[in-house]
């Protein structure tokens, strides 16, 4: 499976539990947006497939929901309540900001112990520019779905293992 149809699976899983989650919190698509800070446009984008999404967004939905973004790319079972008041700008820019780090971190982790070079790692990952590389591995800009993909495909490891979610330390899908 290539990159892009890999994102289009996992936005697919995000949108079953975006509608099945908005269901069972009797929430509408304003009513999510509103609390979750996302625009109704792109609730309904990402319900209609889109193609990528930023780490931003999916890091609005974890908050949102209780949950980490592992849950929200995978269909299952588990119904999370939404919670009920809209999220702080503070406290989403501090969740994006960790949550960017984390990954810089584990591609950073992975890099060295595989011995690649940041430079080797653009190139690897399809050509992704080395000045945005750097900045990934740093945290200091916002990643999408498919860039995540792209490095874990140069690294040859799993998506959730960049993304380090604790029940998903160390699995392979």
């Known amino acids: 499976m290539d ?20 269901k069972s919190n009797d929430k509408s698509q304003r009513k999510l947006g509103q609390t979750a800070r996302v625009a109704e446009s792109t609730i309904r984008s990402i319900i209609k497939g889109t ?6 967004t999916l890091v609005k939905f974890k908050l949102a929901f209780s949950v980490e973004i592992s849950d929200l790319l995978k269909e299952h079972n588990k119904i999370p309540i939404i919670i009920t008041s809209p999220l702080s700008l503070i406290t989403i820019r501090k969740a994006i900001t960790n ?75």
């Open 99 to 173: 949550e960017q780090s984390k990954i810089g971190e584990n591609i950073s982790k992975i890099m060295k112990e595989k011995n690649i070079t940041p430079e080797e790692l653009s190139i690897m990952a399809f050509n992704t520019d080395y000045s945005d590389t750097l900045k990934y591995l740093k945290g200091e800009i916002n990643l999408t779905l498919i860039t995540i993909l792209k490095f874990a495909a140069a690294l040859d490891v799993e998506i959730w293992k960049l993304l380090d979610d604790d029940k998903e330390k160390g699995k392979q899908k």
């Open 51 to 56: 193609q990528n999404i930023e780490i931003a």
């Open 3 to 22: 990159i892009n149809e890999k994102s289009l699976f996992l936005i697919k899983d995000l949108a079953i539990n975006l509608e099945k989650w908005k």
